[in-house]
């Protein structure tokens, strides 16, 4: 257990780098709009590219995003009875719903757009739109982002366990949204 809580130190290390990073990119997405629509309406001057890149920055952050949400447990649940019972219970609750549903998803996710990614690697595929850019970095990142979350959700399977075995401690601290 202890060499898996290591890989689960360096998989959190690496989901924390990318999120934050992601944070990051908010800004910058932010910047390269607004520059975007200061030239196009005081220059007339426009580019599919600025447009693009914006779309590759939020598949990036979103993706890449959702592994480190995963970790700081602030992810999106559909609370029926988490809150309301033991910490126990809920590690339980954690190792079913990351063993049934998300890693097998999003490992098939991952299988199914690593084709897609590749494809468009060989092919040097290039936005069809004037101006566009080439079209593999941001397919690298939906494979990326997916093989990322099954990473993370082993991470997260593996400190679980761990807490259940009485040999880490797992912060189950949920709390419900106000709306």
């Known amino acids: 257990m202890a060499i898996l809580l290591r890989i689960s130190s360096l998989v959190d290390r690496l989901s924390e780098i990318l999120g934050k990073f992601s944070g990051y990119l908010v800004l910058l997405c932010c910047l390269v709009s607004a520059g975007n629509a200061l030239i196009r309406y005081t220059f007339n001057i426009s580019s599919n590219g600025w447009l693009e890149i914006q779309w590759y920055m939020f598949a990036f952050i979103v ?3 959702a592994a480190h949400t995963l970790r700081l447990n602030e992810h999106v649940r559909v609370d029926l009875v988490y809150g309301a019972v033991s910490e126990r219970k809920r ?8 063993v049934v549903f998300l890693i097998p998803a999003c490992t098939y996710l991952a299988w199914i757009c690593f084709p897609f990614f590749w494809l468009s690697w060989v092919q040097g595929e290039v936005s069809s739109n004037a101006g566009g850019l080439i079209r593999w970095p941001v397919k690298l990142i939906i494979f990326s982002g997916f093989a990322l979350l099954v990473l993370q959700g082993l991470s997260e399977l593996f400190k679980r366990i761990a807490a ?14 106000l709306q």
């Open 91 to 98: 590690l339980w609750i954690d190792v079913i719903g990351l």
């Open 164 to 177: 259940l075995m009485g040999l880490a401690a797992v912060d189950t601290t949920y709390e419900k949204p």
């Open 63 to 65: 993706l890449m995003g």
